[in-house]
């Protein structure tokens, strides 16, 4: 029997899915009690370093958990988890952390030429010491999703079990005796993160050595992710679809084409499935309807969710309808609840669409953040590598930067009557509606307001084959200094090796190819390597 000190904050269903898909059962904690008579401990700490802490403290689990790991009992951190071991962070400064690991956790240097913060994705570990934990272990990468970290000092010496490097070198790994925590996700690394979760499950004890060799120096994956356009077909079934510049019904001469119907490529729990084993670095599901009105309780894409996180062991992120609304029955739902209900069900990272587009319009008009906007809100809760902008962008083209008041380029591929230039407009409503917001703009006031990945769409290539975007994927990528996953247009293996080689861009997603099965995740992935880029 586990514990499990869940508080209610962040997708802590994936730990416990694992937890069960292992073959242990699972308690959690209710009360201080709880903690007290735990015999073996897991806390996979959510969000962001203040926000944790001041709820161990309201539920009055803070000194339990003291006296538990004090005890000499088995304890298994997780992320945040590891960060509260130490005495504190600079992301929440004046909050006192649990002081057994002395130090202070530290901001991931963002300085302009230095590596994207957070750190997100698929990155080694240098084992530093023997330890039963890393039994079985042989060099996979593991997911890290972080925008602090700590550091090793001579003070914490004893404490240090593996390390990370991502910029600098960093504390990936702590243990001493039965305390062990780790910064890395094991529950959304795939089989390899099982592994070690089930070594602290099956230990009596923690501290036997086991002795495992790794690489010296380690190094950050680039993500191939597999994108899962949802929505409902006419009868109402919840299918994956993909559209065309985001036209999703169908065109042509045969019956169904002619009747226009949804495209159907499949449904959404078992082609994600499908995808976690062939390899996709994570899974991002789009509720391509969003945009409408729908009861929370009747969310279908919650049940997705759920379903989904209980087989497949990689980062999921949801995006579609995340925004503050009153549904046609009159009840009132704040941004920071929809999320929240996303998060509870599954999803590591929410992304959001035509909000960010509507607050960046606020934004312009007020000249300054309002602290209310869903990206805020969302961000300060469950931390910014937690909320991804998905800008759906189209170019219009110019004769010249002077007609408009936008961000231009100016164009390898001229528009139809010649223009050399050419802006991105943001979109909303599916690409409905556009609006007078330029993709960088907007992706550079959404990480100033606390975002903290983008995933850049194009409508002009969504399903064309053609590649990426690379004018607007670097036009954005040199004007933030978050992730940025490149997407819409891979039509062959080629096109994701130019899109990391020309733009250094963290992570490329496609939709099409997958699904039709013409480039499997594997050739991507073989590809890559034979590239010498960095892959999982
Ligand atoms: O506005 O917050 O409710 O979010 C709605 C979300 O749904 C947005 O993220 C938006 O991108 C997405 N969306 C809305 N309508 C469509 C549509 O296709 N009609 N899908 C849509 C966007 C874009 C991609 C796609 C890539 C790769 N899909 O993510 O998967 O273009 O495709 P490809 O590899 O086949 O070229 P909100």
Same mark, same amino acid.
């Given at each position: 029997?586990?514990?499990?000190?869940?508080?209610?904050?962040?997708?802590?269903?994936?730990?416990?899915?694992?937890?069960?898909?292992?073959?242990?059962?699972?308690?959690? /904690?209710?009360?201080?009690?709880?903690?007290?008579?735990?015999?073996?401990?897991?806390f996979p700490g959510?969000?962001?370093?203040?926000? *944790?802490?001041?709820?161990?403290?309201?539920?009055?689990?803070?000194?339990?958990?003291?006296?538990?790991?004090?005890? @000499?009992?088995?304890?298994?951190?997780?992320?945040?988890?590891?960060?509260?071991? +130490?005495?504190?962070?600079?992301?929440?400064? @004046? /909050?006192?952390?649990?002081?057994?690991?002395?130090?202070? &956790?530290?901001?991931?240097?963002?300085?302009?030429?230095?590596? $994207?913060?957070?750190?997100?994705?698929?990155? @080694?570990?240098?084992?530093?010491?023997?330890?039963?934990?890393?039994?079985?272990?042989?060099?996979?990468?593991?997911? #890290?999703?972080?925008?602090?970290?700590?550091?090793?000092?001579?003070?914490?010496?004893?404490?240090?079990?593996?390390?990370?490097?991502?910029?600098?070198?960093? /504390?990936?790994?702590?243990?001493?005796?039965?305390?062990?925590?780790?910064? +890395?996700?094991?529950?959304?690394?795939?089989?390899?993160?099982?592994?070690?979760?089930?070594?602290?499950l099956t230990a009596?004890?923690?501290?036997?050595?086991?002795?495992?060799?790794?690489?010296?120096?380690?190094?950050?994956?680039?993500?191939?992710?597999?994108?899962?356009?949802?929505?409902?077909?006419?009868?109402?079934?919840?299918?994956?679809?993909?559209?065309?510049?985001?036209?999703?019904?169908?065109?042509?001469?045969?019956?169904?084409?002619r009747s226009g %119907?949804?495209?159907?490529?499949?449904?959404?729990?078992?082609?994600?499935?499908?995808?976690?084993?062939?390899? *996709?670095?994570?899974?991002? #599901?789009?509720?391509?309807?969003? #945009?409408?009105?729908?009861?929370?309780?009747? %969310?279908?894409?919650?049940?997705?969710?759920?379903?989904?996180?209980?087989?497949?062991?990689?980062?999921?992120?949801?995006?579609?309808?995340?925004? !503050?609304?009153?549904?046609?029955?009159?009840?009132?739902?704040?941004?920071?609840?929809?999320?929240? !209900?996303?998060?509870?069900?599954? *999803?590591?990272?929410?992304?959001?669409?035509?909000?960010?587009?509507?607050?960046?319009?606020?934004?312009?008009?007020?000249?300054?953040?309002?602290?209310?906007?869903?990206?805020?809100?969302?961000?300060?809760?469950?931390?910014? %590598?937690?909320?991804? &902008?998905?800008?759906?962008?189209?170019?219009?083209?110019?004769?010249?930067?002077?007609?408009?008041?936008?961000?231009?380029?100016?164009?390898?591929?001229?528009?139809?009557?010649?223009?050399?230039?050419?802006?991105? %407009?943001?979109?909303?409503?599916?690409?409905?509606?556009?609006?007078?917001?330029?993709?960088?703009?907007?992706?550079?006031?959404?990480?100033?307001?606390?975002?903290?990945?983008?995933?850049?769409?194009?409508?002009?290539?969504?399903?064309?084959?053609?590649?990426?975007?690379?004018?607007?994927?670097?036009?954005?990528?040199?004007?933030? $200094?978050?992730?940025?996953?490149?997407?819409? @247009?891979?039509?062959?293996?080629?096109?994701?090796? !130019?899109?990391? *080689?020309?733009?250094?861009?963290?992570?490329?997603?496609?939709?099409? &190819? +997958?699904?039709?099965?013409?480039?499997?995740?594997?050739?991507?992935?073989?590809?890559?390597?034979?590239?010498?880029? !960095?892959?999982?």
């Amino acid at each position: 029997m586990i514990t499990l000190l869940d508080y209610g904050a962040g997708n802590v269903r994936s730990v416990r899915n694992a937890i069960k898909a292992l073959g242990f059962m699972v308690r959690n /904690v209710s009360e201080p009690d709880d903690i007290r008579r735990a015999e073996k401990l897991i806390f996979p700490g959510v969000g962001a370093f203040g926000s *944790a802490i001041h709820r161990l403290q309201t539920d009055g689990y803070l000194e339990p958990l003291r006296e538990y790991l004090h005890s @000499g009992r088995p304890f298994f951190g997780i992320c945040i988890g590891l960060q509260a071991l +130490f005495d504190g962070s600079e992301e929440s400064p @004046g /909050v006192a952390g649990l002081g057994i690991i002395p130090g202070r &956790i530290q901001r991931f240097d963002s300085s302009p030429g230095a590596l $994207s913060v957070p750190q997100i994705g698929w990155n @080694g570990i240098h084992i530093e010491k023997p330890s039963f934990l890393f039994s079985g272990y042989e060099r996979e990468k593991l997911y #890290f999703v972080h925008s602090y970290r700590a550091l090793q000092t001579p003070e914490n010496q004893d404490w240090i079990l593996a390390t990370t490097d991502y910029g600098s070198r960093f /504390v990936s790994a702590v243990q001493r005796g039965n305390v062990a925590a780790v910064q +890395f996700h094991p529950e959304k690394s795939g089989t390899a993160g099982l592994a070690i979760l089930k070594n602290f499950l099956t230990a009596d004890d923690l501290s036997s050595p086991h002795k495992v060799t790794t690489p010296t120096e380690t190094k950050l994956a680039k993500r191939i992710i597999a994108c899962l356009d949802v929505r409902a077909n006419d009868e109402g079934d919840l299918v994956v679809t993909k559209g065309d510049q985001y036209d999703v019904r169908e065109r042509g001469d045969t019956d169904s084409e002619r009747s226009g %119907q949804v495209r159907n490529l499949g449904k959404p729990v078992e082609l994600a499935k499908r995808y976690y084993e062939e390899g *996709a670095d994570e899974i991002t #599901f789009l509720n391509i309807t969003g #945009f409408r009105d729908f009861p929370m309780e009747d %969310q279908p894409m919650l049940d997705v969710l759920r379903a989904t996180s209980e087989r497949v062991f990689v980062p999921l992120t949801i995006g579609g309808g995340i925004r !503050e609304y009153t549904d046609s029955n009159g009840k009132y739902y704040s941004s920071l609840a929809v999320a929240a !209900e996303y998060f509870r069900s599954g *999803a590591d990272k929410i992304s959001i669409g035509s909000d960010a587009v509507y607050t960046v319009e606020e934004y312009n008009q007020n000249g300054r953040a309002s602290g209310k906007s869903a990206i805020e809100q969302i961000a300060k809760v469950y931390g910014n %590598q937690a909320v991804v &902008i998905s800008i759906d962008p189209r170019r219009v083209y110019v004769h010249s930067p002077s007609e408009v008041p936008h961000y231009t380029i100016k164009t390898t591929t001229p528009g139809p009557d010649g223009e050399e230039y050419c802006w991105y %407009q943001c979109t909303v409503r599916g690409g409905r509606e556009g609006r007078p917001v330029d993709a960088r703009h907007l992706a550079m006031v959404c990480e100033e307001l606390g975002a903290g990945e983008l995933l850049v769409n194009c409508i002009d290539r969504d399903g064309t084959g053609r590649g990426f975007d690379l004018e607007l994927i670097k036009l954005i990528h040199d004007g933030v $200094s978050i992730p940025i996953i490149a997407s819409s @247009g891979a039509g062959n293996v080629g096109h994701f090796s !130019e899109v990391f *080689a020309k733009t250094d861009v963290e992570a490329a997603l496609a939709a099409g &190819i +997958f699904h039709r099965k013409e480039v499997p995740i594997a050739s991507v992935k073989a590809h890559l390597g034979s590239e010498r880029i !960095e892959i999982r």
